[in-house]
Nanobody, 125 residues
Framework: VQLQASGGGLVQAGGSLRLSCAAS????????MGWFRQAPGKEREAVAV????????YYADSVKGRFTISRDNAKNTVTLQMNSLKPEDTAVYYC???????????????????WGQGTQVTVSS
C-alpha cells in the first residue's frame, strides 16, 4: 500500500484544515486507516482511526468534537477534517494503514505497516 498525504498548511487558531490521504496498491477497504501526528520533541500519537468499512472510529481525547475522520472506499481516500484548531495541534500529520488483527490496539502506531510521507500543520495563536 502506498499512501500520499496532502492538505497541511498554516492556519490561525480557531480555523480549519482538511487533510487527505490517497491510497494505492491493495484493496483499500481491507485496511484500517489512521491519522497520527508528531510534534517536535514528542512521540508520535494517534489522532483518529477508522475501520475498513468506516463503521467504527477512534479519536484521541484531545481532538474529540473537533476532528472528524472519514473514508471513501470507492476513491481510496481517507480524510481528516480539523476544526477549531489550536496551537497545540501543530505537528507533522501522517496517514497510516494496517490490516486488522484480533486484539489490535488501533491507536498504537506500531501496528501500522504503511505510512505516508507526512504533511505539516501549523496553527498560529
Amino acid at each position: 500500500v502506498q499512501l500520499q498525504a496532502s492538505g497541511g498548511g498554516l492556519v490561525q487558531a480557531g480555523g480549519s484544515l482538511r487533510l487527505s490521504c490517497a491510497a494505492s496498491g491493495r484493496t483499500f477497504s481491507n485496511y484500517f486507516m489512521g491519522w497520527f501526528r508528531q510534534a517536535p520533541g514528542k512521540e508520535r500519537e494517534a489522532v483518529a482511526v477508522i475501520s475498513g468499512s468506516g463503521g467504527s472510529t477512534y479519536y484521541a481525547d484531545s481532538v474529540k468534537g473537533r476532528f472528524t475522520i472519514s473514508r471513501d472506499n470507492a476513491k481510496n481516500t481517507v480524510t481528516l477534517q480539523m476544526n477549531s484548531l489550536k496551537p497545540e495541534d501543530t505537528a507533522v500529520y501522517y496517514c497510516a494503514a494496517t490490516r486488522p488483527t484480533h486484539g489490535m490496539v488501533v491507536h498504537d502506531a506500531r501496528v501500522y505497516d504503511y505510512w505516508g510521507q507526512g504533511t505539516q500543520v501549523t496553527v498560529s495563536s
